[in-house]
């Protein structure tokens, strides 16, 4: 089966460095993709891995291991805007896109 | 201009009405999507339409139907309501030419129904 797991909840304090991990398993692979979602709006898309490495990107960075099956996202600096749900969404064979639960990330100060 | 719009944004009916909910897309895309997103925070897939024709049509009750009249509607239409329809209903976008990201999704702001 096809399947994306990433913690439910971390919490993280202003101005510090958070790692969201997420482990997937999907029919083929097509990409790797990091979306962020604010309570009550439309998640919007933060990150597109493929290949292994780590892809930076300002403040946000995106990781992948193929051979793992495991990605994950690193926010440096928080902001208390960084207060949302980060999901992690794997995309199959059929270019179709598996998606986790979301992980939420409260920021304290 | 927004990109993807979707109206109503908030809906609550009774349960045995039927509603629809529209969303329409300015990107140029080809595909679209509804997506359900319900209390545990999982996004699910519903359907997705390629320049008008279903591609698309996961396990989703026959209550459940779409109509795409153009590349660039994808509206939703829900008989006879139950409680467990109440969620978030998110519409989306993606493109599919060379100079577009495949899987990059553009999401309508949702809309989130309350069934009584």
């Known amino acids: 089966g096809q399947n994306i797991d990433q913690p439910t909840e971390m919490t993280a304090t202003e101005g510090a460095i958070v790692q969201i991990n997420c482990t997937y398993q999907?029919?083929?692979?097509?990409?790797l993709f990091w979306y962020q979602q604010h309570a009550g709006e439309a998640p919007t898309f933060l990150s597109y891995?493929?290949l292994d490495g780590l892809e930076e990107k300002g403040r946000f960075s995106s990781f992948l291991s193929r051979s793992k099956g495991y990605s994950y996202l690193l926010l440096k600096e928080l902001q208390m805007k960084d207060s949302a749900s980060y999901l992690c969404?794997?995309?199959?064979?059929?270019?179709?896109?598996?998606w986790g639960a979301g992980t939420k990330l409260i920021i304290k100060p | 201009d927004t990109a993807v719009s979707q109206t109503p944004k908030y809906l609550v009916t009774q349960m045995g009405n039927d509603k629809s909910i529209k969303c329409e897309q300015n990107?140029?895309?080809?595909?679209m999507y509804w997506y359900k997103q319900d209390s545990k925070k999982f996004l699910k897939i519903m359907f997705s339409?390629?320049?008008?024709?279903?591609?698309i049509n996961e396990t989703v009750p026959n209550r459940f139907s779409p109509k795409s009249p153009d590349k660039a509607h994808l509206n939703l239409h829900i008989n006879s309501l139950e409680l467990g329809d109440s969620a978030v209903y998110f519409c989306?976008?993606?493109?599919?030419?060379?100079?577009?990201?495949?899987?990059?999704?553009?999401f309508g702001e949702g809309s989130r129904l309350t069934v009584l």
């Open positions: 989306a976008s993606s493109g599919n030419g060379p100079s577009q990201r495949t899987g990059e999704l553009f």
């Open positions: 990107l140029g895309h080809d595909t």
């Open positions: 339409y390629n320049n008008k024709e279903l591609i």
């Open positions: 999907t029919s083929g692979f097509n990409g």
């Open positions: 891995n493929v």
């Open positions: 969404a794997g995309m199959d064979s059929n270019y179709q896109l598996i």
